[in-house]
Structure formats: C-alpha cells, structure tokens
C-alpha cells in the first residue's frame, strides 16, 4: 500500500438518537407523531403527540 501511495480511509460510526417519542396507530400500523430528544420528558411524549393530533384532524383515542 506504501509503494502504490494507498491509504485507509475510516467511516465515522453512525449515532443512533438515544431516545424517541412516538405516537402510532395500531389499526393501519403507522406513525402518527414523533420527537426525538437526549431524555425521555414529558415535554417530548406531549410535543409528539401535539405533532400527530396538529398532522391528523380526525378524533384519535389516546391509550399510554
């Protein structure tokens, strides 16, 4: 590799989020609402769910 001049190139290791809120619809198996955060808050499960009742206007049962 020294006498052709190649060289190793490194990827750099993809970081998952650590923590995902998500609002799903068991019926057609879809997600309705998500937020993605560091921490699990109640901030971030109401935030998703205030993204899935603002991106569906139809009546939705909430079951935690």
């Given amino acids: ?3 052709l001049g190649i060289k190793s190139r ?3 290791r ?3 989020p650590k923590t995902v809120a998500t609002v799903l ?3 057609k198996r ?3 609402g998500y937020k993605i955060g560091d921490t ?9 769910l205030q993204m899935a009742l603002d991106k569906h206007r139809k009546q939705l049962i909430v079951h935690s």
């Avoid at 699990?40 to 998703?48: K, N, Q, R, V, Y």
């Fill in 1 to 3: 590799m020294r006498e």
């Fill in 10 to 12: 490194m990827q750099k």
């Fill in 14 to 16: 993809y970081r998952k």
């Fill in 25 to 27: 619809d068991p019926e």
């Fill in 30 to 32: 879809k997600v309705l």
């Fill in 40 to 48: 699990m808050t109640a901030e971030l499960a109401t935030s998703a």
